[in-house]
């Protein structure tokens, strides 16, 4: 198994409503990362988790919470969005001690 | 501070022509230089990298790049372009693992046949 995994593929939401997205891998890798894509822009870092503990926080407003469970999966809670959150959220991961992201296929996600 | 150049937003080619994407860094410290690709719709594909040993790296579908530590670049070629090759191409630096990468702006490369 050689990939990063994402679900919902796409995901419509209105801005009361609570979703989460989830991330998989099963490469052994132990950093995960969570992304921000707008259109026809670089990805965002929003945060990172390095060996299950939340080493990266790039200033994300709390309605977005991250959640490693184990170090196979990682989650994006989301609660209480704005139209403005409308964005490709990707995920990606590291194996231990080397540089390279693995990006999975991220999760398309419409606020309404 | 790192930051990453990419020059050129949007490129085209004719099919069979050669591909140059322009990338230039600038870091602090020596750094860990990727290009990835993405396809409408989809995630990020790693293309190439470089981290230590030969300057020259080749990578998938036929794509190589160069570091060149005297001009702080390492831009991403490829001999004859394909159709398939028409998408946005993303140079990144990286200073180490569990880091946070820093990419350029992204170039759009479209293929005229």
């Known amino acids: 198994d050689t990939e990063v995994t994402q679900t919902p593929k796409h995901l419509v939401m209105g801005m009361t409503n609570k979703k989460s997205l989830k991330c998989e891998q099963h490469?052994?890798?132990?950093?995960m990362y969570w992304y921000k894509q707008k259109a026809k822009k670089p990805p965002e870092l929003m945060f990172v988790y390095s060996y299950e503990k939340l080493s990266i926080n790039e200033s994300v407003p709390s309605r977005f919470s991250p959640e490693c469970p184990n170090s196979s999966l990682l989650n994006l809670h989301l609660h209480a969005l704005q139209p403005e959150d409308s964005a490709l959220y990707l995920c990606?991961?590291?194996?231990?001690?080397?540089?390279?992201?693995?990006f999975g296929p991220g999760t398309r996600l419409l606020v309404l | 501070a790192q930051s990453v150049t990419q020059l050129g937003s949007h490129v085209s080619v004719s099919e069979g022509a050669l591909v140059l994407l322009r990338c230039n860094y600038s870091?602090?410290?020596?750094?860990?230089l990727f290009w990835y690709v993405q396809y409408p719709n989809q995630g990020l594909q790693l293309l190439l990298k470089y981290t230590t040993g030969a300057t020259l790296v080749k990578g998938i579908n036929g794509f190589e790049a160069e570091f060149k530590k005297s001009e702080t670049s390492f831009h991403l070629t490829k001999p004859s372009a394909h159709m398939s090759d028409a998408a946005e191409y993303f140079c990144?630096?990286?200073?180490?693992?569990?880091?946070?990468?820093?990419f350029g702006t992204g170039t759009s490369l479209t293929v005229i046949p």
């Open positions: 990606a991961s590291s194996p231990p001690g080397q540089e390279t992201q693995y």
């Open positions: 490469m052994g890798h132990r950093a």
């Open positions: 870091s602090s410290v020596p750094p860990y």
């Open positions: 990144a630096v990286s200073v180490g693992t569990g880091n946070q990468f820093y």
